[in-house]
C-alpha cells in the first residue's frame, strides 16, 4: 500500500514544523511546504499531494480559503483546513471551497490521521 503523499501549506514555522512530525509520525509521506499562500498553488501544481493541510490565516495576499478555492478548481485535490480562527464570516467563506474537514488549532495526531483518512477517501 502506498502512503498517501501530505502538502503543508503554514507561515509559522514552529506549528509548520510540529505539523510535518505529526504527519511523519503518523506514517504518511510529508512531500513539502508552503510558506505562504502565493508559493502554494505552484508547488501544489508541481507535487500534486494526495491531501494539503491548509493554514486559513498566511501571510500576505493570499489567505488559505483563497488558495483552497484555486486548488479545488484547478487540481480537486483535497484540503483540511487547520485554523485558530473560526468565526463565522471565516467559516463561511471557508465553506465555499468545499474543504474535507476543519481541525482547530492545537490538534491532537488522533485528529489528524482521522482527517487525513476522511479526506483520501
Do not use: C
Not at 26 to 45: K, V
Not at 81 to 90: C, H, I, R
Not at 91 to 113: C, H, Q, W
Amino acid at each position: 500500500m502506498t502512503q498517501l503523499r501530505i502538502f503543508i501549506v503554514e507561515d509559522d514555522e514552529v506549528l509548520a514544523k510540529t505539523t510535518e512530525w505529526r504527519v511523519r509520525k503518523l506514517g504518511y509521506e510529508f512531500i513539502g511546504r508552503a510558506a505562504s499562500g502565493e508559493e502554494a498553488p505552484g508547488m501544489i501544481a508541481t507535487l500534486l499531494p494526495d491531501v494539503i493541510l491548509m493554514d486559513i490565516n498566511l501571510r500576505g495576499e493570499m489567505d488559505g480559503i483563497a488558495v483552497a478555492d484555486i486548488v479545488r478548481r484547478q487540481f480537486g485535490i483535497p484540503v483540511i483546513f487547520l485554523t485558530a480562527n473560526m468565526d463565522k464570516e471565516t467559516i463561511s467563506r471557508a465553506k465555499g471551497t468545499n474543504p474535507k474537514s476543519y481541525l482547530v488549532k492545537p490538534f491532537d495526531e488522533k485528529d489528524l490521521m482521522a482527517a487525513i483518512e476522511m479526506a483520501a477517501r
